[in-house]
Nanobody, 127 residues
């Protein structure tokens, strides 16, 4: 089972930026669609962004479009989430997830599609 480790979270002022990283333990990472999810205080975990195995197809939750960018470096077994213009409502624990096994060419929005998860990294945006 692939191991995922997130990093890059922290405390930032509203309007600021952060870049999250998610490092995978396996070289087969390059075959996996990946995604970022988040869980805010008192909220359910929600989809943030997804990317297919090559990085050629990406999708975003509506509220982060134009502010967040998901990308991947398969040679480094790493997926990133660049976040700009952060808002207080972006405060959450951010998780990366991988869909292993037999997959298609796209990315996936549903949590149930993913079978490997990181431990999460806290992002706190102060207003």
């Amino acid at each position: 089972q692939v191991q995922l480790v997130e990093s890059g979270g922290g405390l930032v002022q509203a309007g600021g930026s952060l870049r999250l990283s998610c490092a995978a333990s396996e070289r087969t990472f390059s075959n996996y669609p990946m995604a970022w999810f988040r869980q805010g205080p008192g909220k359910e975990r929600e989809f943030v962004a997804g990317i297919n195995w090559s990085g050629g197809s990406r999708g975003y939750e509506e509220s982060v479009k134009g502010r967040f960018t998901i990308s991947r470096a398969n040679a480094k077994n790493t997926v990133y989430l660049q976040m700009i213009s952060l808002k207080s409502e972006d405060t959450a624990v951010y998780y990366c997830a991988a869909k292993t096994g037999i997959v298609g060419s796209g990315w996936y929005r549903s949590q149930s599609e993913y079978d490997a998860w990181g431990q999460g990294t806290q992002v706190t945006v102060s207003s």
